[in-house]
C-alpha cells in the first residue's frame, strides 16, 4: 500500500512538470529577459537604463527605463512566434499574464500579436511627474489604478475557452471582458515595453512577472515549482526500499 501510495506521488508531480509545459516565454524576477529566450530592440540606444532590481516590495524585477533618455525610439523585449504556436494558442486558449511597476509611462505595452489580430494592455500614467497612478487601456476601456502609484499590479489577458475574444483581469478583478482583438500588421509575436515609435518617450517600469500560457485551464497560474529529477529519483528509491518493519533490505 505504501508503494502505491509513493507511486501515486510520482505521477502527480510529473503531471505538474508536464502542465507547467505549457508556458511558451516567461520572463521572471530580476533575470535579463535577454538570458530567457526573449529578443529585442533598442536596449543599445545611450541613455537607457536596464537594470535587475532586488526587493522592490518584496520582488525581484527587472527596470526598464528610458525616463532620462526620453529621445524615442522603441524599446522593447520581443519574443517571435511560430504560426503553429499561435495556432495552438487560437485552439486551446491562452493567457497573458504580468506583474509590473509603473512609475511613469507614456507608451508601454504588454502585447500578444496573432498575426492579423492584437490583444495589448497600454499602460501610461494619469499624470507628467513620477508615482502617478497607471492608466490602463485594453479594448477600447481605460482604467485608472487610484492610489495604485509606485505599486505593482497584476494584469491578466486570457482566452481560457478559445472562443477568439479576451477578458482582461486587474489584480484579480474582472476589469474587460469579451474583446475580440484589433486589426494589426504586426507580425505573431509576445512582447513588452516601450513602444514609442519615433516620438519623444518617457518611460520607467519594473517588471517581475511576464509570461505567455498556451492552454490555461490545465496550467495553474500559481503552479507548485517543479520537483528536480534529482528528487524524482530520491522519491522512487524510497518507494522501492519501503516495506513492513520486519525486513532490512530493499527488494
Known amino acids: 500500500m505504501k508503494t502505491n501510495h509513493c507511486l501515486l506521488l510520482i505521477f502527480t508531480l510529473m503531471f505538474v512538470v508536464s502542465a507547467n509545459a505549457a508556458v511558451l516565454v516567461e520572463h521572471v524576477g530580476a533575470n535579463d529577459p535577454f538570458t530567457e529566450g526573449w529578443?529585442?530592440?533598442?536596449?543599445?540606444?545611450?541613455?537607457?537604463?536596464?537594470?535587475?532590481?532586488?526587493?522592490?516590495?518584496?520582488?525581484?524585477?527587472?527596470?526598464?527605463?528610458?525616463?532620462?533618455?526620453?529621445?524615442?525610439?522603441?524599446?522593447?523585449?520581443?519574443?517571435?512566434?511560430q504560426s503553429s504556436e499561435v495556432n495552438d494558442a487560437l485552439t486551446n486558449g491562452w493567457s497573458l499574464r504580468a506583474i509590473v511597476k509603473t512609475t511613469q509611462a507614456s507608451h508601454s505595452i504588454i502585447r500578444f500579436s496573432t498575426g492579423t489580430k492584437l490583444f495589448d494592455i497600454n499602460l501610461t500614467t494619469s499624470g507628467a511627474g513620477l508615482n502617478a497612478d497607471p492608466v490602463v487601456a485594453f479594448g477600447g476601456v481605460s482604467t485608472t489604478l487610484s492610489g495604485g502609484a509606485g505599486l505593482y499590479h497584476e494584469y491578466l489577458i486570457q482566452d481560457e475557452d478559445a472562443n477568439g475574444q479576451?477578458?482582461?483581469?486587474?489584480?484579480?478583478?474582472?476589469?474587460?471582458?469579451?474583446?475580440?482583438?484589433?486589426?494589426?500588421?504586426?507580425?505573431?509575436?509576445?512582447?513588452?515595453?516601450?513602444?514609442?515609435?519615433?516620438?519623444?518617450?518617457?518611460?520607467?517600469?519594473?517588471?517581475?512577472?511576464?509570461?505567455?500560457?498556451?492552454?490555461?485551464?490545465?496550467?495553474?497560474?500559481?503552479?507548485?515549482?517543479?520537483?528536480?529529477?534529482?528528487?524524482?529519483?530520491?522519491?522512487?528509491?524510497?518507494?522501492?526500499?519501503?516495506?513492513?518493519?520486519?525486513?532490512?533490505t530493499c527488494k
Open 166 to 248: 479576451a477578458d482582461l483581469f486587474i489584480d484579480g478583478v474582472l476589469t474587460v471582458s469579451g474583446f475580440s482583438g484589433s486589426g494589426t500588421s504586426f507580425d505573431r509575436r509576445v512582447s513588452f515595453g516601450d513602444n514609442a515609435g519615433s516620438s519623444s518617450s518617457n518611460f520607467n517600469n519594473n517588471y517581475s512577472l511576464v509570461n505567455f500560457t498556451i492552454d490555461p485551464l490545465n496550467t495553474p497560474l500559481n503552479a507548485v515549482p517543479e520537483p528536480t529529477t534529482t528528487t524524482l529519483a530520491i522519491l522512487a528509491l524510497v518507494c522501492l526500499c519501503a516495506s513492513p518493519k520486519k525486513r532490512n
Open 39 to 81: 529578443g529585442g530592440v533598442g536596449q543599445g540606444i545611450s541613455g537607457n537604463i536596464l537594470e535587475p532590481v532586488f526587493n522592490d516590495q518584496g520582488r525581484d524585477s527587472w527596470r526598464v527605463d528610458n525616463f532620462t533618455n526620453a529621445t524615442g525610439g522603441d524599446l522593447l523585449y520581443i519574443r517571435s512566434m
